[in-house]
């Protein structure tokens, strides 16, 4: 049975990424070093028939042609939310379903005892729908500078060890983080 994994900031190709003037340079020595890892990362934590769900920023400044080599090598399904490096050219890649800015997804994985409502989106938001009735925020974007809480996380590779993540190791990562600010 497929599982779902989230993730989000891969910037494939994106060379700045490595550069000491970001908050949080990346630490490879080339971009190519960095997009092997991270491939070698990514096919280790999915299976071939796995859901993925990228939250954008998949691949920046770099052509089409390279940013789709990198797509081909990784296993699974792979549905893409927008970053805001994706206009462009992650809408131009080829995708498991359409691209979009937001997405409510609904995960039953192998092992679970329930299906878990997820508010996906690039960005981190202060509230979501249904945030009140169980749905739980994941996001990218942040690098991992926004402090993870109870019901809002970050799922980007700068947080995971470079690979996407199964919603088992997201929910043990937000039992142990803070409650969420009161209800708005």
Known sequence: MPRTLLTADTHFGHKSMLSPRMPRPRPFETIEAHDDALVVAWNKAVRPDDIVWHLGDFAHKCSLEYAASIQVRLHGRIHLIRGNHDH?????????????????????????????????????????????????????????????????????????????VTLARILERMAGSPATVSQV
């Open 88 to 164: 462009g050219l992650g809408d131009r890649l080829r995708w498991a379903g359409p691209v979009v800015d937001v997405q409510r997804i609904f995960v039953q994985d192998p092992g679970m005892p329930r299906r878990q409502a997820l508010w996906a989106s690039h960005y981190a938001h202060v509230t979501w729908p249904h945030a009140w009735h169980g749905d739980l925020h994941i996001y990218g974007h942040s690098h991992g500078s926004i402090p993870a809480t109870s019901t809002s996380l970050d799922v980007g590779v700068d947080c995971w060890d470079w690979a996407p």
